[in-house]
């Protein structure tokens, strides 16, 4: 399963730069096999994704495997006054889907709560 953990605000450009530099140095650290997006997306009238994405994907089945993810996310959504959206994306028909958000309006995620929304196992 192909999941997102996206950021979700209207002022992108300001924030794009610290997000992405903090991104890429805790995957350099070697804390997750998550993959940093930074892709600007056309908008579709099909409910395909648009406008800037920014955040981590990370293909897994494991609840463990998303677990450091998003913990990281959620403290850089803190300390950035941020908030995250966690999706799934369906690659066959190109859809993402938004399932919660979390971050620092929203609060801390709930790991067994995404888990389950997500259709991780325990």
Not at 68 to 82: H, R, S, V
Request: charged content about 30%.
């Amino acid at each position: 399963m192909k999941i997102y953990l996206y950021l979700e605000s209207d002022e992108t450009e300001e924030v794009a730069e610290p997000i992405i530099s903090a991104i890429g140095e805790w995957l350099k650290e070697g804390h997750s096999s998550a993959q940093l997006v930074n892709a600007n997306i056309d908008k579709g009238a099909d409910g395909t994704r648009s406008d800037w994405d920014i955040g981590l994907s990370i293909e897994t089945n494991k609840k463990a495997t998303f677990a450091k993810p998003l913990n990281f996310l959620y403290e850089l959504a803190k300390t950035l006054k941020q908030e995250f959206v966690v999706g799934i994306h369906d690659e066959t028909n190109g859809r993402y889907e938004n399932v919660c958000y979390f971050g620092y309006e929203e609060g801390k995620p709930d790991l067994h709560e995404m888990a389950s929304y997500l259709g991780l196992p325990k």
